[in-house]
Structure formats: C-alpha cells, structure tokens
C-alpha cells in the first residue's frame, strides 16, 4: 500500500511540476513576445531524404538567409517511404483525398503537434517546406511584429492563426493587416503557415485522440472550427505574387492553374 501511495504522490508531483511550467512560459510569453519567440517554437516539415524536397528546401533556405529567418526542419513523413509508422497514427487512409501526399502530410503535422505538446511549447508555428514570405524583408517583419503583438494578447484561448490562405486567385484579399474571422460559408485552404496556441494543440490532439484525422489539414481544422474545438482566425494580409495566397506566406512552384509537386499527384485514386 505504502509503495502504491508513493507512485500516486510521486505522480501528482510531477502533473504539478509540469502544469507550472506550462503556465509560467504562457504568462511570461503574454507579457513579452517578439518576432524571435515565434520562430523559436516553429517546426518546418520536410523529407529529408527525399532528393526533389531537398533540392527545393535549397531554394527556400537561400531566400530564408536573406531575411534573416530562422528554421527547425521536422522530419516529415513520405506517403509510401514511412507506410508502415503511418498506418500506427490515428489517421484513417481513404479513397481519394486522404491517400498519397496528403496522407504523408497529415501523419507529419500530427507528429509536429504532438512533438510540441509533450515537449511544452508555449505555442507553435508550423510551416511546410515550401513556405516562403510573400512581400518585402521589411514589410514581413513589421507585418509579422504585428502578429506577435496580437496573438500574445490571445496566448492562452484555443485560437488557430492561418497566417496564409489560398484564394485561387479569386477570392478577395482586404489587405487589412488584422486576423479576421472566416466566411462562415466558406473553407480556408491552405495549411503552409499556421500558427497554434498551446491549449489549441491540446484540444486538436484529444479530438484526432478520439475520432482520427479523417480529412486533408485544412479541411480537417475548419471542420473543428465548426464544433467549436477551436477557434479559426486568418490574417487578412495582401496577395502574393504568384497570386495564389493572402497574407504572409506564398508557396514554392504553385500557381494559380499549376503547380509542381515533389511527391506527385496528393491524390491517387
């Protein structure tokens, strides 16, 4: 009895100790955030050993230099290299839009989560690859200061920040420079840039926990949007010049009627 007590103490020892960091590194990033914190806790998947990705992350690391942008590459996950690991995640493989590229993705972004979560990150920013900012050095900082001093401000709610959204070169960019509520009718596409709260991951990784990721990134964020599990805010920034995408963040090779894939086709039927 005396042994079983002292794992349950030990045990509530440490729920506390951990539970305090938690909460110190929230309270203290509210009060004091800049740019170097939200880079400091991004992740970047990548295929490391995919020859095409490396080729293409060479061309977004030279554009990264001179920024000055700082990256953590996450080992990301290929559809059909690490098969085996992903049908171990808690994501259903169906015909056609979760198989290939998107399957592969989905099992790396829910790593990149759950890599973040148990390692305390106060937040997270996670990025593809291709990624790479869509407007001057200088007006990416000063757009992404802005950023820092919203978001602190809502560090502790269950918020998403798309920081990029596809508009097919359609849709309207209001070039506001605010995160703004989405279309209630309307999906956000796009997962390259995205920005994550602590209690956000917490509440994304209990419901995948519980139900599996059923549906591309994007798709799947806005469905928990709409049960509440989180709460979706897109930065309402200006139009990239591929003309694909508002806000932040443009993607290597994708335009409005093409775009270059280093795995192939996402979906394969």
């Not at 953590?72 to 098969?83: M, R, S, V, Y």
């Not at 937040?123 to 291709?130: M, N, Q, S, T, W």
């Not at 956000?188 to 995948?208: E, V, W």
């Amino acid at each position: 009895m005396k042994k079983i007590f002292l794992i349950i103490v030990l045990s509530l020892l440490a729920s506390l100790y951990f539970y305090k960091i938690d909460t110190f590194e929230n309270i203290n990033y509210a009060n004091n955030l800049d740019i170097k914190d939200l880079f400091k806790h991004s992740l970047t998947v990548h295929l490391i050993n995919h020859e095409e990705s490396k080729k293409r992350f060479q061309k977004i690391k030279k554009i990264y230099k001179q920024y000055g942008i700082p990256y953590n590459l996450f080992p990301a996950l290929h559809w059909k290299d690490n098969e085996h690991e992903l049908y171990k995640l808690p994501i259903t493989r169906s015909k056609p839009k979760m198989w290939g590229g998107t399957w592969g993705l989905s099992g790396s972004f829910y790593k990149c989560l759950k890599f973040a979560y148990e390692r305390n990150y106060p937040f997270l920013l996670f990025l593809e690859d291709d990624a790479f900012p869509s407007m001057t050095k200088k007006y990416f900082f000063f757009s992404f200061t802005k950023i820092a001093e919203l978001f602190k401000k809502n560090i502790d709610t269950n918020n998403v920040y798309f920081l990029s959204f596809t508009r097919y070169c359609s849709q309207y960019c209001g070039e506001t420079n605010q995160f703004i509520n989405p279309v209630s009718d309307k999906k956000i596409n796009g997962a390259h840039s995205i920005l994550f709260t602590r209690k956000s991951i917490k509440n994304i990784l209990d419901y995948i926990h519980k139900y599996k990721i059923d549906e591309p990134i994007d798709n799947y964020l806005n469905k928990l949007h709409k049960k509440h599990i989180i709460n979706i805010k897109i930065w309402d920034g200006k139009i990239s010049k591929s003309g694909m995408f508002c806000g932040m963040y443009d993607q290597l090779d994708t335009f409005c009627h093409s775009r270059k894939s280093v795995i192939g086709k996402h979906y394969h039927y």
